[in-house]
């Protein structure tokens, strides 16, 4: 999507595309999230919101101008942040307590060959195939995936509770604006600032992510295929970082981990405009996979270190809200920084963006690092 709002509007329209997907997290990630802990029936939102953020992406089957996709863009994201909030629930509670680490890491590596196959699929038909037709395979495999999911069992029993929309408000309302049990949690553990840190780091990492496939092309200068090659180094790397950073959370606890993730996104921003130095299109390949491959690493430390914090402070009737909570927080660093980005970027150039926007990066980690406290302490 990126390559195709770059090839028809500025790069103001391809950061405004990834800020209506972050928007979307940001608002809904905790609806979904009370819907799921009032009713506790993870299972059946999580095959609506696959189905649903399939349909999502339909129009685009028939006609893809830079408005529509960056409206389905927005739309997708309602529904997958019910999606992504609930699977990371069942997930981290079908690993238990001493192999949630773990359990996080086998899904995490999972998710990344998928990643890592659709960037190099992408890659090659977005050479091939007009818009529209690319699309229709995205639909199409939105729908397997779809059907894949009815075979997911949640451990959770499901409750009894009535779910009204005077109760859903209330509770949307009481987790964006925490006070009391909500509220103590936060500042006992730290979990307020990690969320503040998130938000940080995903203005650096969202914005760098949201424009870099045209940064890569048209000032790097890659191919496309290639550009899709560069870009899947992240998830091949992933597919291994992941279940390993898996394992040593369970053995080191997950303090370390997010404080060197939050880091590494302001590092892979700076090597990534060091791909600009060199004039051999083979040096400038290197350096740009390098920069993948520090994001695959920090990206898989952050990932992994958070959801099993969250996981370990949460009460068994609020998993659903403090993972949906760093949706949000995911959500609201997604949809600013794609616009700083973005602003940067049209009034000076990527390269200046991203170096500008690595800071934020870097003042998350200081800190989270001052402020968490160690959730897990192996025996």
């Not at 699309?135 to 397997?144: A, E, H, M, S, T």
Request: hydrophobic residues 50%.
């Amino acid at each position: 999507m990126a390559l195709y709002i770059g090839g028809q509007g500025s790069p103001f329209a391809v950061s405004l595309a990834y800020a209506a997907f972050s928007f979307g997290l940001f608002v809904f990630a905790p609806v979904w999230g009370a819907i799921a802990d009032i009713t506790g029936r993870r299972r059946a939102i999580l095959v609506g919101t696959a189905f649903l953020s399939t349909l999502a992406v339909a129009p685009l089957t028939v006609t893809a101008s830079v408005p529509l996709q960056i409206a389905c863009r927005g739309l997708f994201a309602v529904f997958t942040a019910g999606f992504q909030s609930v699977i990371l629930t069942i997930v981290s509670e079908s690993g238990g307590e001493s192999g949630r680490g773990r359990s996080i890491g086998f899904y995490s590596s999972a998710r990344s060959s998928g990643a890592i196959s659709g960037r190099l699929f992408v890659g090659y038909l977005v050479g091939v195939l007009v818009p529209t037709d690319l699309y229709l395979v995205v639909v199409g495999l939105g729908l397997v995936a779809t059907l894949l999911t009815l075979r997911i069992s949640d451990p959770t029993p499901p409750s009894e509770a009535t779910l009204t929309a005077g109760r859903l408000l209330r509770e949307v309302r009481g987790r964006l604006l925490p006070g009391g049990a909500r509220r103590e949690l936060f500042e006992r553990t730290g979990l307020g600032w990690l969320y503040v840190g998130i938000v940080l780091r995903n203005m650096t990492e969202k914005g760098f992510i949201s424009v870099v496939p045209v940064f890569l092309v048209a000032d790097v200068g890659l191919s496309n295929v290639v550009m899709g090659a560069v870009l899947a180094v992240s998830p091949a790397v992933r597919v291994v970082s992941m279940y390993g950073f898996g394992r040593l959370s369970d053995s080191i606890g997950r303090k370390k981990l997010i404080v060197g993730g939050l880091a590494g996104s302001g590092v892979q921003a700076l090597v990534v405009v060091l791909a600009l130095v060199p004039d051999g299109q083979l040096a400038r390949i290197g350096i740009s996979s390098t920069a993948f491959f520090v994001h695959a690493v920090t990206f898989s430390m952050l990932t992994v270190g958070t959801i099993a914090f969250v996981a370990d402070v949460a009460p068994v009737d609020r998993e659903s809200e403090l993972m949906g909570l760093r949706s949000t927080a995911r959500g609201l660093g997604g949809v600013l920084g794609p616009l700083v980005v973005g602003v940067l970027a049209t009034r000076f150039d990527y390269a200046t963006a991203f170096v500008c926007t690595s800071v934020l990066a870097f003042v998350a980690a200081g800190l989270v690092g001052r402020t968490l406290t160690e959730s897990f302490s192996p025996e």
